[in-house]
């Protein structure tokens, strides 16, 4: 018999995605159908069973070698049962995940959230590979976050440990609303939803800015007419920045990180973006807390997913 | 040979408490003697371990029994490597203190900080008992904060971690300049030393305040004023504890801890505090973030720094 192989499934709400690992993080085999969301769970977890199955299959590996199965989901959740609460993209609602893929596929299996497995991804094979404390932040929709504490994710008391889009950044007299219910958190500023509201409002408002001439407006047209000197955009892209720096200034003389990585669909920005967050950081935070911490860009893209949920069985 | 015993040191400018603690955390037998800062380091450290030896001889056990010592000490250190870099109370600098001792007692010898190894006395036998995920805070001069993940203290990547008193809760337009070299930390708002300040200035503008009868103001003057029912003592409390809270709010979106611990001079205001930090903390704290999530008083008062310290051998 080879090596011990790990399957990581990405669960999204059209496509599952999953890929075949070696004991290093290193993506060897990747294989992608459709969800079927539509069908409901029992269908969903089926194909999940079979696109694994697949993807074994057409690797040069055998079934055996396979060790364990990860699958990353974005909900609410039991991690150490495998449950899942509620998963308001899928539309479930109590689903035994763990029991009915371990019955399937007779293997062991772990779940997470979308979030801390991408984290994880990242730190074991992405751009976090060696360094044992990392925090992981994901710009996309929302603003994810996942924690890294000696190579494993950090769950905290009910799963709530890493919650970085929520952390209060913005003063109260700028602050708005959040979906969580609260006001004035860094997801509202540094997502693309924050940042497509954001130039919503100054378009509204008649500022002179070329984001006026745009209709569906996204976070990467901001990005680009902010890189392309249009001052509104630019002063929208540095407040994203800005409140990203002071959040990570606090988790830095909580946590003291050795890494931050940023990853998801507005950290494609680049270097523009990066330069104004790592500025902002070391504005803001305390001189001993940032000595030797770096804010580098995540490595692995869309498939830190499926590395991490892979990797939920070497490292949780 | 009976059980297993430790011995934790408390290192304090003045005096050094040392206690023998049971493998539960229980403390058994103290001793304490003058620090001898004056004499220098050989002096202070020959004193450890001699009020050390006399401990463990005035109590029931053994010396064969002891299986580690652990020392508590306000500095800036190497933990592994059980180095003093500079401790400014003490006035040492580049101190091999686990070396020395280990030496002269011919056991293993850790050292950490004062603010993590309170933390780790109450969250081992203190008002942590059993629970693995407690943050500490200190309300001392300054604000300490301790980090305990799985029952151990949480360093980080230079052993900053935990350094909670430095969280930027104040906003700009309050905002003034901490010890630390930033500005709104808060340490600034909710350590005896912020609360004098507060005091002070409001007897100088002139407030109308029982305050301006006192001189050498103290913290505990500020919260025996506010009791009584002083209206601008009442705020200056409501005011530290509201900046509590909130960073409060910011450590349960990051680490999701179970309990919030809170000790140190300030915290013997009471009840009265704790109701207003327990307010603030449910205002601004995230629905999940926050769920079942308590904050109560340290139990060990002065002892947990020898607990904690007799604690390192086993639970770093």
Redesign the interface.
Same mark, same amino acid.
């Given at each position: 018999m080879g090596k011990n192989v790990y399957v990581g499934v990405d669960l999204g709400g059209t496509t599952i995605k999953v890929g075949l690992c070696d004991e290093f993080g290193r993506l060897l085999h990747t294989y992608e159908g459709p969800t079927g969301t539509e069908h409901g769970s029992d269908v969903v977890l089926e194909n999940i069973a079979q696109y694994t199955r697949k993807l074994v299959a057409d690797s040069s590996h055998e079934w055996e070698q396979v060790a364990g199965i990860g699958a990353g989901i974005a909900g609410?959740m039991d991690i150490p049962e495998g449950f899942i609460k509620l998963s308001p993209n899928l539309g479930w609602r109590n689903v035994p995940v763990k029991k009915i893929l371990e019955e399937k596929l007779g293997k062991t299996v772990k779940i997470d959230n979308d979030a801390n497995v991408a984290a994880l991804g990242e730190a074991w094979s992405g751009a976090g590979a060696g360094i044992p404390?990392v925090v992981c932040y994901t710009l996309g929709t929302g603003v994810g976050g996942g924690?890294i504490?000696n190579g494993k994710i950090?769950?905290?008391?009910? =799963? %709530?440990?890493?919650?970085?889009g929520?952390?209060?950044v913005v003063?109260?007299l700028e602050a708005v609303r959040c979906g969580? =219910? %609260?006001k004035g958190?860094l997801e509202t500023v540094s997502s693309a939803t924050g940042i497509i509201r954001m130039g919503k409002e100054a378009v509204e408002r008649g500022e002179h800015t070329s984001l006026a001439l745009l209709s569906d407006l996204t976070a990467k047209d901001v990005c680009d007419a902010a890189k392309s000197g249009d001052e509104v955009s630019l002063r929208i892209v540095n407040r994203a920045a800005l409140y990203l720096g002071?959040s990570m200034?606090?988790?830095?003389?909580?946590?003291?990180?050795?890494r931050f990585i940023i990853g998801g669909g507005v950290s494609k920005a680049g270097e523009f973006l990066f330069t104004a967050i790592r500025k902002y950081y070391q504005e803001?935070?305390?001189?001993?807390?940032k000595?030797?911490?770096d804010i580098v860009a995540a490595s692995l893209g869309n498939d830190a997913g499926i590395v991490g949920a892979a990797g939920l069985n070497l490292h949780s």
């Amino acid at each position: 018999m080879g090596k011990n192989v790990y399957v990581g499934v990405d669960l999204g709400g059209t496509t599952i995605k999953v890929g075949l690992c070696d004991e290093f993080g290193r993506l060897l085999h990747t294989y992608e159908g459709p969800t079927g969301t539509e069908h409901g769970s029992d269908v969903v977890l089926e194909n999940i069973a079979q696109y694994t199955r697949k993807l074994v299959a057409d690797s040069s590996h055998e079934w055996e070698q396979v060790a364990g199965i990860g699958a990353g989901i974005a909900g609410f959740m039991d991690i150490p049962e495998g449950f899942i609460k509620l998963s308001p993209n899928l539309g479930w609602r109590n689903v035994p995940v763990k029991k009915i893929l371990e019955e399937k596929l007779g293997k062991t299996v772990k779940i997470d959230n979308d979030a801390n497995v991408a984290a994880l991804g990242e730190a074991w094979s992405g751009a976090g590979a060696g360094i044992p404390n990392v925090v992981c932040y994901t710009l996309g929709t929302g603003v994810g976050g996942g924690i890294i504490i000696n190579g494993k994710i950090y769950q905290g008391f009910k =799963g %709530m440990a890493g919650e970085l889009g929520h952390i209060t950044v913005v003063p109260d007299l700028e602050a708005v609303r959040c979906g969580c =219910g %609260m006001k004035g958190c860094l997801e509202t500023v540094s997502s693309a939803t924050g940042i497509i509201r954001m130039g919503k409002e100054a378009v509204e408002r008649g500022e002179h800015t070329s984001l006026a001439l745009l209709s569906d407006l996204t976070a990467k047209d901001v990005c680009d007419a902010a890189k392309s000197g249009d001052e509104v955009s630019l002063r929208i892209v540095n407040r994203a920045a800005l409140y990203l720096g002071k959040s990570m200034a606090a988790v830095s003389v909580i946590l003291n990180p050795q890494r931050f990585i940023i990853g998801g669909g507005v950290s494609k920005a680049g270097e523009f973006l990066f330069t104004a967050i790592r500025k902002y950081y070391q504005e803001f935070t305390q001189e001993s807390a940032k000595e030797g911490v770096d804010i580098v860009a995540a490595s692995l893209g869309n498939d830190a997913g499926i590395v991490g949920a892979a990797g939920l069985n070497l490292h949780s």
